[in-house]
């Protein structure tokens, strides 16, 4: 019979050291708890967890609570940074199972490849992956064509139709696309950083942006004005035939 990998993505938690802390209004760590609480009774247990970025705001004191609230989940959690993250602290706290930070990880028929966009010149928020990440996710999806791939990293690589967001996108999106474009088996790419929901397809390649676990920006707004959309996640089933099927759960009704 044939077997189902999920996955659930959780993207942009913004934690900080303090847990009444709130992002444009909404106490982070609480809506990141309602989150998990909802993927406890729906959705889990799950073949592996992603994490796609901006795990903390600037705050490396937040890792902790990061730490002890996804490291009972009964799934591998792979993470990566995003442009609030401290590189450096989530080595140093999160280098242990459950967790992995970046690299790939083989499910089944699937690789779930976790790309690096985090970059120190960044000046306003933008990612950019950089020749050597570049070189390895070419590697990577050269090693494993032989496996339908899920791509997850934290900045858009395509349009927002958002002018303040696509400024804020991905740097070097043409080669990392024309990467894609030279395998196949690129199934699906997630990503996180725009507080809101995407789904469309690049011929045969699903792409999707996953909303925030707290806030949302509203969607095709050429600036930052925060959406009524409530926290959500993703939850991602992938079929031995290279079939992806997902949903964005949202957490309606929520109220902190």
Known sequence: MPSVIRLLQ??????????????????????????????????LPADAIAVTGDLVQDDPEAYGSLELLL?????????????HDVPAEMERRLSRPPFQLGGVRVLG???VVMLDTWFAESDDGEGQLG??????LEATLEA???????????????????AGLDAL????????LAILDRHPQVRGVAWGHAHQSLD???????LMCTPSTCMQFRPRDPGFVVDHRPPGYRVLDLHDDGGLATEVVWL?????
């Open 200 to 206: 469309r397809y690049r011929g045969a390649t699903r």
């Open 109 to 111: 028929c699937w690789a």
């Open 131 to 136: 020749p050597d990440e570049l070189a390895r």
């Open 71 to 83: 490291d009972d989940l009964g799934a591998p959690v792979l993470l990566i940074p995003g442009n």
């Open 10 to 43: 959780f993207t942009d938690t913004h934690l900080m050291a303090d847990p009444a802390a709130s992002l444009r209004g909404v106490r982070t760590l609480p809506s990141l708890e309602a989150c998990l609480a909802l993927a406890r009774r729906r959705h």
């Open 252 to 256: 309606e009704g929520y109220a902190q």
């Open 144 to 162: 494993h064509r032989d496996r339908h791939t899920l791509v997850c990293l934290h900045h858009p690589p395509v349009s927002m139709e958002a």
């Open 169 to 176: 996108g991905l740097l070097d999106a043409e080669p990392f």
